[in-house]
Structures are given as C-alpha cells and as structure tokens.
C-alpha cells in the first residue's frame, strides 16, 4: 500500500517559515511528478508546486515563485515545500501528491493519482 505522509505544518507569524515535508512509503516518486497543493477554508484546492522527480525541474504558481521553492531528496523518498516570507493568505491545509507525468508538473500535465492526508499551515498576522 503506497502512502504519502506530510508533516511540518504549524502555526507561525507573518514573515516567518516553514518547510513541509512529503515521505513516501510502498513506492519511490521516479519517474512521476510531486506536487504541493493547498486548499484554504471555502475555496478550491489550488496547485503550490511540482517538481519532476527524475530530472528536478520545476514549476510554482505565481502566489509561490519568489517565496517557496520545492526540493526533493532521493535517497530519503522524500519531497520538501521550503515557505518563507508567509502571509496570512498563505493559511490553508497543504497536500503532496504524485502522478504520472504528461507533459509537466502542473495538475492539467500530470495525473495526480495519490495523495497524502494534508497537513496545516496557519500563518497569522
């Protein structure tokens, strides 16, 4: 049974960081994508990042380029959203997900067929 498991979410004050964690168990991410997403309260899950496993590349929504950047370490099976320079906006339950890849790592690219349970990020003002 594959899972993906989040963590490092939490409560922290405008201008602070995070880093979110994404570990998979039962399968490596090779050859798929991994992406971040957030859903805040009342709206719709939105794409945060992706990266491409094998060669690294990436992509951001424009809410995340400048302040997140999403890494991967292969030996640990493991993706990571570094967030810095938080905003109250930023306030959202944040999933990783993994799929196959089409053409990219944004969500109209790739199928994103497994997800993890989500973790919390509160970001007050």
């Known amino acids: 049974q594959v899972q993906l498991v989040e963590s490092g979410g939490g409560l922290v004050q405008a201008g602070d960081s995070l880093r979110l964690s994404c570990a998979a168990s039962g399968r490596t991410f090779s050859s798929r994508a991994v992406g971040w997403f957030r859903q805040a309260p009342g709206k719709e899950r939105e794409f945060v990042a992706g990266?491409?496993?094998?060669?690294?590349?990436?992509d951001y929504a424009d809410s995340a380029r400048g302040r997140f950047t999403i890494s991967r370490d292969n030996a640990k099976n493991t993706a990571y959203l570094q967030m810095n320079s938080l905003k109250p906006e930023d306030t959202a339950v944040y999933y990783c997900?993994?799929?196959?890849?089409?053409?990219?790592?944004?969500?109209?690219?790739?199928?994103?067929?497994?997800w993890g349970q989500g973790t919390q990020v509160t970001v007050s003002s």
């Open positions: 997900a993994t799929g196959p890849i089409w053409l990219g790592v944004r969500p109209e690219f790739a199928q994103y067929d497994m």
């Open positions: 990266i491409r496993w094998d060669s690294g590349s990436t």
